[in-house]
């Protein structure tokens, strides 16, 4: 699917990079723990968390993934904010939870590989 | 021949600030177009090093160097030390407090994710001295 039709399954907001929004997107992971997602995450490229700071954007970074989404209506600070839109990554948030996030981006196919 | 030699700073009292310098380490490989599975790893290692440096030892200094066949990076710190090596190695081992694991670190999963994605990594440490963690990529 497309970052597009992820912000519409979500009824994300987006902050930053909506240039993104037409990318193609293959996989999504969903962590709090920055140390597993740098361990265990092979391409996914969208990262659903319930955590918001810089080190999120960081993180992402080096994994080389696109778009970070937050979970449960957390909206970024501007410093994460700038951080993603200086490293080229999209920023989405969502009311949803983390739960319900992933388990509607997995069942419309979103897969974790 | 050394391709590339990166030296950084690394602020220990700046959380937020940190992994700048893998970040700019990153960039400046990819621009000296090293293949991307080494670059994340390379990515991945430093990043781990360079937060643990902010998180366990108030900052350091990080040299990265690039020859024709790999990638090193030096993290040297003047910070408590590590009292047990192998326990700090063993995964889920760690001694961060409740605010570090609050911004989502102090899964005790760093030096075990270094040592996982480099092709060699050595750590020298002294108590109340410092820490020198040396990692190799070869690409
Ligand atoms: N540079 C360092 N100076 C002093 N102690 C360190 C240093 N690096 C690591 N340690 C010690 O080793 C432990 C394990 O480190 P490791 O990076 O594996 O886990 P962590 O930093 O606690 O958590 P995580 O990396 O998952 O965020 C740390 O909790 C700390 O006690
Ligand atoms: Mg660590």
Redesign the pocket.
Known sequence: MKLSDVKTILDAKIFCHDDLLDEEVNSACGSDLM?DVLAFVKNQSILLTGLNNQQVVRTAEMMDMSCIVFVRGKAPEASVINLAEARGLALMATELTMYQACGKLYAAGLGDT | MEALRLEFNIDGDDFQAAGEASSKTKRALKKLGLPPDTIRRVAICMY?GE???V???NGGTVTVEVDETAVKITLA?R????PDISS?LTEG????TNQIRELG????????NMRKYCDDMDIKTELNVG?TVTMTVNF
């Open positions: 140390s | 781990e937060i643990n440096m998180i366990h030892a710190d910070g408590p030390g590590i700090a081992f760690s001694t961060a670190f102090g899964a005790g999963m760093g030096l075990p820490t």
